[in-house]
Every structure is written in C-alpha cells, then in structure tokens.
C-alpha cells in the first residue's frame, strides 16, 4: 500500500481512547480494533518507512507501555470464569501482533539496506565522467603537421636549442657585430654573447657544422623577438629547411615550397617569390602565399593585397657555406623559413594572431578538431 498524501504515521500508532475492559465481548472488541489498526499500519510498503518509524511501530504494538499491558492488567477486573477466556484472547493477539509487527520491522530493515546499497552502487558500465585530458595548442599541433609533408620530402627533422649562442644566431649567418642586419631581428640578449635565438636559422649553422654535406634537414621550434603588435609576439614558432648538395639551384627550392605548401593546404596554391634580402641567403625572396580567405580578391585577413607573407628564402649564401666549413664551389644549398603562427593562421581562418596566444580553451578545442 502506497502511503496517501494526507498519511501520518502517528495517526496510524495513536492509542486506543477505551484501554480497559471489563467484559469478554468488551474486550473482544478492543482487541479486534487493535488488530486492525495493526493490519493498517503493516500494510504501509515498507520502503514507506525510515527504520526509525519501524521501530515506532515496534513500540507502539509490541512495547512496554502498549495497550496489551493494560489489557493484561485489566484481566483482574473479569469474573474468574472468564479471565481464562479473556488472557487466552489478549495472548493471542500478542503473539500474532509479536509476529506480525517483526516482519514487517525486519522488512523495512530490508528496504532501507537495498536503498542504501542502489545509492552506493557503483556501475562499471556506465560511461566515465568526461576527462579533461588537455590536448597540444593548435600552433604546436600545426608545427607538427608542417613537419610531416617534409618528412616524406625526405627531410630529417632535427632539433636546436632555445637559448643560443649569438655565433649561431648571428656570425655563422653572415650577421657580424655592428652590421645592421642585426636591427632586422630586435634581439633578447640572456647574457654576454647568449640570445634567445631570433630565427630557427641558427639550426642551420648547428646542422652544417655539426652533420657536414649533402644535407636535407627541417626545424620546427620557438623563436624570440622584442616586439608586439597586432602581428607581432615575443614569442612565435617557425619552420626551417636547409638542402646543401651538389647543384642545388632555385628551382629545386621553387618546387620544394610549392610541393611543401600543396600538401600543407591540401591542395595546390600559388605562391609568389618577391625578391628581398637576408644576409645568409643570395639571391633572397620573401614567401608569399595566395591568401585562402579571398583566393587573392583581397579580403581582412590579407590586408586586401591578396598575398599573405609566410617567411623568408634563398640559396644559402656562399660566405656562410664557407663559415660553417663547406666547400662553396662544390655545394650549394637553399633554405627558407616560416613562421608557423602565420601558416596556422592562414590554416585555420583566424584574423588576429594574438587570438592564439590567449590562453582561450574554446578556441583551442575548436582548432584542435580541425
Ligand atoms: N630567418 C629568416 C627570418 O626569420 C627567414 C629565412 C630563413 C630567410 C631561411 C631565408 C632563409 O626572417
């Protein structure tokens, strides 16, 4: 039985206004009443009832001060040829309530445990809370990818150190003290003669010296620079490639960038060499790549010049072949570098490069399911 709304337990439990009798059918009456309001009660689910009701209900019936006791009382009150009849009738119904009463107590024992045990429960089957593993930030991820079409151009992917020698950054690269090439890259010095490297060409001078000719290798890592603005951060990534061999010419280098970019962007895309200058390349050009907003209509992100400018190229100068000890009249080489901010940028339809470096999960998550 469902409790009713209006249900009150200690309706249910009040006791009897009439608790003595003084004859048999008097008594009969009183007993059945009890038996009944004990027939009521126990009939109440017993998932109804905390344990502490139960016992209420333990009290209540079977207790010390139950109406059984007066009724056992009142037994003196009878004519001695009925007190027989009388107590038999008063036992009866005790043992009967006794039993009833622990049943129904045990019972709601019974459903208050299982209830216990459903709360506790703990079900293998149920998918895991959603787990907030993280994941690399959208330009490292891109810094990857950009190695990878590289990797399969037969390029080895090497690494350089952060904090560098200014020889490296610098001298190796056909950048002595006091030249004004220096002012191009505005510099973090840590220490005398140690910079955070400006440009992952410094890995070209560590590869040349360090691994010899013919060389095919790539970079991707962070670079530093004084500066910021809506283009600039302090901190940005680039990639970097450098091809030393025999007879290496600038259409080695043209078809390596577009087959590198074709692959980058999924399909293929124009590219523009626009003549520049970088102290370690002769000739040098600056990448520019058909912006994939407009496809070179002009549009926001490409300032309506319908280009996007990625990074630098050329054939490695012949002074730093020969400063890094290879033979310029037997080898030459091309090299270009990128930032990979501008590529991921480029990649992922974002406007702003600080937007990458907000911190901003959402747009994170969002780059990260590109
Ligand atoms: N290191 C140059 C820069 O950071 C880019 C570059 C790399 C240019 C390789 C030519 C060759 O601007």
Redesign the pocket.
């Known amino acids: 039985m469902d409790l009713p709304t209006e249900f009150s337990l200690s309706d249910l439990l009040e006791l009897p206004q009439t608790a003595a009798a003084s004859s048999l059918s008097e008594l009969q009456k009183l007993l059945d009443e009890e038996r009944n309001r004990c027939a009521q009660v126990i009939a109440v689910s017993p998932e109804n009832l905390t344990e502490a009701q139960s016992d209420e209900v333990r009290v209540r019936f079977t207790g010390r001060k139950s109406p059984l006791q007066d009724w056992l009382k009142s037994l003196r009150n009878f004519p001695a040829e009925e007190r027989k009849d009388a107590g038999a009738k008063i036992n009866q119904l005790k043992s009967f309530l006794e039993g009833e009463v622990e049943r129904f107590v045990l019972a709601c024992r019974a459903s208050a445990e299982k209830l216990r045990l459903e709360r506790e429960k703990v079900d293998l089957t149920l998918p895991l809370p959603e787990l907030n593993l993280g994941s690399r930030h959208p330009v490292s991820a891109a810094a990857q990818q950009l190695l990878e079409p590289l990797r399969r151009l037969g390029f080895t992917v090497i690494d350089g150190p952060e904090l560098e020698r200014e020889f490296y950054n610098f001298e190796a690269?056909n950048i002595p003290a006091e030249h004004p090439a220096r002012e191009?890259?505005d510099t973090f010095f840590v220490a005398s003669q140690w910079v955070l490297r400006?440009?992952?060409?410094s890995v070209?001078a560590h590869a040349m010296l360090e691994r010899g000719v013919p060389l095919r290798v790539a970079c991707a890592g962070f670079?530093y620079r004084n500066e910021l603005d809506l283009t600039h951060v302090p901190t940005f990534r680039?990639i970097?490639?450098?091809v030393v061999d025999k007879g290496i010419t600038l259409a080695n280098m043209r078809s390596t960038l577009d087959a590198f970019f074709a692959e980058v962007f999924g399909r293929p895309v124009k590219l523009r060499l626009r003549s520049?200058y970088?102290p370690?390349?002769e000739p040098?050009?600056e990448i520019d790549v058909q912006c994939q907003q407009c496809f070179g209509s002009g549009c926001r992100s490409c300032k309506h010049t319908g280009w996007l400018e990625m990074?630098?190229?050329?054939l490695?100068n012949t002074r730093v072949l020969e400063s890094c000890g290879i033979d310029s009249k037997v080898y030459s080489g091309?090299?270009?570098?990128?930032?990979v901010d501008r590529i991921a940028m480029s990649k992922f339809g974002i406007a702003d490069l600080r937007s990458l470096y907000e911190g901003d999960v959402l747009l994170s998550r969002q780059l990260a399911l590109r």
């Not at 400006?198 to 060409?201: F, G, K, L, Q, W």
């Not at 990074?311 to 050329?314: A, L, P, Q, S």
């Open positions: 690269l191009m890259q400006t440009h992952t060409s070209q670079t680039q970097e490639c450098l520049s970088f370690f390349t040098s050009a990074g630098g190229c050329g490695v091309f090299a270009f570098g990128m930032g």
